[in-house]
């Protein structure tokens, strides 16, 4: 009976322990409920022991409570390698967005100003054309710009929508005939370019603007000039060059008619006809100097010489002329130069050295001026400039310093790696065997 009674006393013991728990809890739930009753939930926040772990039981079967993290980062090899995954491909995606916006703005600019010809129906096509534009204007990579240019000949070959003779298979013509001159295959572009004139004449259903045409039919003179220049056919090189001087003055007319002072985009293009203008006469003048036509060659020289000086008025009106800065390059510059040299070489070889020398200094000024452009045919003309003061001391007998100007000359050309320099070290060892 003892026994049974201590049994009833513990049940009862541990009953109102459970009861006075709960009614704790209760109570403590109550008094919280009761402060936050009235506030909005999203600002009721639990305290940091209501977000632990429900507590484990531990291998030993203590029961100790696992109050879980403390809620720090913990570094290791997992989470490291996460932080470094994430780190990577946060800036593969800027690189590859600032890749995707240079490629993006570039392409934008390619057709705001070589837009591609709205004749051409296939988008791969004008896609091909915009990427020879790019290597042929921004990034000079010539044989590139000829692979573009005869796939998307050859796409719209097999299209047939555009006859040989269009404007728009013309101009892709003359720019695989320009590419070939540039990378050095001249025969291969004179050759092209004769194919190509004799197209201008049929007057295709897309021919929509002779200016344009006419801007081809210089590109293409300028092309089969070099080429019959460089080859010594000084006659088939002024007949290219009249050619593109007829189309530059014909261009000029149209500008002239239509032009507006108050534009200064307009006093850019007519200058740019003028450049046109000013470097065929110079060609032309030079062709007709290798033929021993020094008469004609004068003239022309000197209306080179006028070209510049309207060239210059135009920069005192409007200064601040337009021109792009990735495709910039000064081609007035040493021009009036190469044209007073020539003009001294005629007064040379009629025997006029007095009337030589203020020419040869002149050029000689200008040349030095704008050395700091550092173009090939700028130290070619400083070493020419030099070669004829040679040629003069050489002809008024002074052998001694007609050797040190053909010497310096030599040095110029050499330090330069001008092309020039082999003809003015013949001329050096010609004078030293004889010196």
């Not at 046109?276 to 110079?282: G, H, V």
């Not at 021109?323 to 040493?334: G, H, L, N, V």
């Not at 003009?343 to 020398?357: F, H, M, R, W």
Request: hydrophobic fraction near 40%.
């Amino acid at each position: 009976m003892y026994a049974r009674f201590l049994s009833a006393l513990r049940r009862t013991q541990h009953s109102r322990i459970d009861i006075t728990a709960k009614g704790t809890a209760g109570a403590r739930q109550y008094s919280e409920e009761s402060m936050l009753k009235g506030t909005p939930k999203f600002t009721r926040m639990q305290p940091k022991s209501a977000v632990r772990r429900r507590a484990q039981p531990t291998p030993d079967g203590t029961g100790e409570p696992d109050w879980g993290s403390s809620g720090r980062a913990e570094l290791n090899s997992k989470s490291i390698s996460r932080l470094a995954f994430i780190g990577g491909a946060t800036a593969a995606g800027v690189g590859l967005m600032g890749v995707a916006a240079y490629y993006g703005g570039t392409y934008f600019y390619l057709r705001n100003n070589w837009a591609a010809s709205e004749d051409i129906d296939s988008s791969t096509a004008r896609n091909l054309l915009y990427l020879a534009t790019y290597y042929e204007r921004l990034s000079p990579n010539y044989k590139r710009a000829l692979d573009a240019l005869e796939k998307a000949l050859e796409i719209i070959d097999k299209d047939a929508k555009l006859p040989r003779d269009s404007l728009a298979v013309l101009e892709i013509r003359v720019r695989i005939a320009e590419c070939l001159f540039n990378m050095g295959d001249e025969s291969s572009a004179a050759s092209l370019a004769r194919q190509i004139l004799p197209d201008f004449d049929r007057k295709g259903d897309s021919r929509k603007s002779e200016s344009a045409v006419d801007n081809l039919k210089y590109i293409l003179a300028t092309v089969l000039g070099q080429a019959c220049a460089n080859a010594g056919r000084s006659d088939d090189a002024a007949a290219a060059y009249s050619i593109g001087l007829q189309a530059v003055k014909r261009m000029k007319q149209g500008m002239v008619a239509k032009f507006d002072g108050e534009n200064l985009a307009e006093y850019t293009e007519y200058d740019n006809l003028n450049l046109k203008e000013a470097l065929l006469t110079s060609r032309l003048a030079e062709s007709f100097f290798a033929k021993g036509d020094h008469a004609v060659s004068e003239t022309l020289f000197q209306g080179v010489l006028a070209s510049i000086k309207q060239h210059r008025a135009h920069l005192d009106v409007a200064p601040h002329i337009v021109q792009d800065y990735r495709t910039f390059k000064d081609e007035w510059a040493c021009l009036d130069a190469h044209a007073m040299l020539h003009l001294a070489k005629i007064q040379t070889d009629a025997g006029n050295i007095d009337a030589a020398i203020p020419w040869i200094e002149s050029a000689r000024t200008v040349a030095t001026e704008k050395r700091t452009f550092n173009l090939p045919k700028c130290v070619d003309c400083i070493a020419g400039i030099l070669s004829e003061l040679g040629r003069i001391a050489e002809i008024q007998g002074d052998s001694k310093k007609a050797l040190r100007r053909y010497r310096e000359a030599y040095e110029h050309a050499r330090l330069n790696f001008s092309d020039y320099q082999q003809k003015l070290a013949a001329d050096v060892e010609r004078l030293e065997q004889n010196v």
